[in-house]
């Protein structure tokens, strides 16, 4: 691997004798990844269902297993969320996260969502979690994770840290910032990525960092927590860059910060800091503006009636392009560009409910009324989007692999027509 000089300069005078055992690591493959959702399976019924080999559990993250280069992301249970795929070091992270827990929680450079869809599950659907993406392509790829892994208490958003600081001044409880980096820890991984780096380049990420964290810190509340992270091991970005927001925001406190280096930790690298904000205002935000579309939810309710074993608890919300979702209890205003608010229910067309795909992925085996279960070779089919056989009478059903949503199908004489969405089919 073809590493800058600079960069390895940096790390001799940084690591001094333990550089020859830095630069050994660049010698084996990357280190993969997965984490069970919570939401979806526990950990032990999954390493027994798992049906490529797993490999050790991952110290600090008790979802966390090591897998080799199996196709895991390809596999119908990826796509019904079982898993996300994540690198080791990076879910060293979620430990911090214990406390989001019933919490308002914004993640605030939150895509593809390896963070974002952690602390989902730790939050188990109560409280509030805002996921924030400025990169509006990013951002889609986060609301596919979010939707894939059914996340309920989610809104995702598309904003800039100084466009959310000005909406939510003292509100948070948790704020994450999984900061844009010089991404040294993800040479191995992307070598794309080793020609971008430059000393010149650390300093940017550091300026850059520096504005977002100061954003960070104007949107927690007092007793909240600021969780930080980088893939990266240059100390501008990480150690010092803690030391000097510490100076400039003397109403905070370290309370743990941690850094590994892949020659010590089996994984690529990744530093994270815990802060909490011992000083400041709690401020609230005004409530979610939902639209009742009086209309709009009896024929939700008609649909629902057939469709699910009990009805969705909460308020329902209709966008005027006639969207609805399910609001989260306790959702304050957006006013930012939102992708996804809490769970996508359908949309209706002033006449017909047609339900959504996210509505399917939120769903568990049993709370469906209508459920077309496949094998795992038919559910492969599934999402090439074949049309399949069913014996349950024409209408709406949930297709899954075994008992774990994939998405839509409409029964209709016998067949099921599939309504996987074509962007998201297996190609
Ligand atoms: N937390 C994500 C995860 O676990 O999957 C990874 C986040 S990645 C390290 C950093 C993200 O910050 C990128 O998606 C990038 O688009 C975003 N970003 C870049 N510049 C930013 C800025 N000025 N403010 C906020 N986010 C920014």
Redesign the pocket.
């Known amino acids: 691997m073809n590493l800058p000089e600079e960069f390895l300069n940096r790390m001799k005078e940084r690591l001094g004798t333990d550089f020859p055992a830095f630069l050994r690591s660049y010698e084996t493959p990357p280190c993969r990844g997965l984490r069970v959702n919570a939401l979806k399976i526990g950990a032990e019924e999954f390493a027994r269902r798992a049906p490529f080999p797993l490999g050790a559990r991952i110290d600090r993250e008790p979802l966390g297993f090591y897998v080799g280069e199996e196709k895991a992301g390809s596999d119908p249970y990826h796509f019904a969320g079982l898993y996300y795929l ?1 690198e080791p070091s ?1 879910m060293s ?1 979620n430990e911090y996260a214990a406390s989001c827990k019933k919490a308002r929680v914004l ?12 602390v989902a599950a730790q939050m188990n659907g109560e409280g509030i979690l805002i996921s ?4 509006g392509g ?1 951002a889609k790829i ?1 609301s596919q ?1 979010v939707e894939r892994m059914g996340i309920k208490n989610c809104a995702v958003v598309s904003a ?2 100084a466009q959310l600081a000005a909406r939510f001044p003292a509100y948070f409880d948790t704020v ?6 010089s ?1 040294e820890g993800m040479f191995k991984k992307e070598p794309a990525a080793i020609p971008h780096w430059s000393p010149q380049n650390v300093k940017l990420c550091a300026a ?1 960092q520096r ?2 964290l100061g954003h960070a810190a104007e949107m927690l509340c007092a007793g909240g927590r600021l969780i930080y ?3 990266t091991f240059a100390e501008e970005e990480d150690e010092t860059q803690i030391e000097e927001f510490l100076k400039a925001h003397p109403e905070f406190e370290r309370i743990s910060a941690h850094k590994s280096y892949p020659h010590e930790e089996k994984g690529e690298g990744h530093f994270r800091a815990l802060l909490c904000k011992t000083k400041g205002e709690t401020r609230t935000a005004k409530p979610y503006p939902v639209r009742r579309n009086a209309q709009a939810i009896r024929a939700f309710s008609a649909f629902a009636e057939s469709f699910l074993n009990s009805p969705p608890v909460g308020e329902i919300t209709t966008l005027a392009d006639g969207r609805m979702y399910l609001t989260p209890a306790g959702m304050p205003a957006l006013d930012v560009r939102t992708l996804r608010l809490g769970t996508e229910l359908g949309e209706f067309d002033g006449k017909v409910f047609k339900p959504a795909h996210a509505l399917a992925m939120s769903l568990k085996r049993d709370d469906c009324a209508r459920f077309v279960s496949l094998s795992r070779e038919a559910s492969e089919r599934y999402l090439r989007g074949e049309t399949l056989e069913t014996k349950i009478p024409d209408g709406w059903c949930v297709v899954g692999v075994e008992e774990f949503p994939l998405g839509l199908g409409k029964c209709v004489g016998g067949t099921v027509k599939n309504h996987c969405p074509k962007a998201l089919r297996k190609r």
């Open positions: 994540q990076a992270v993640d605030l450079c939150a895509a593809p969502g390896g963070k974002t869809t952690s924030n993406e400025i990169d990013r986060l994770n800039t840290p994450l910032v999984d900061a844009p980096c991404g850059r504005e977002i992270s980088t893939c």
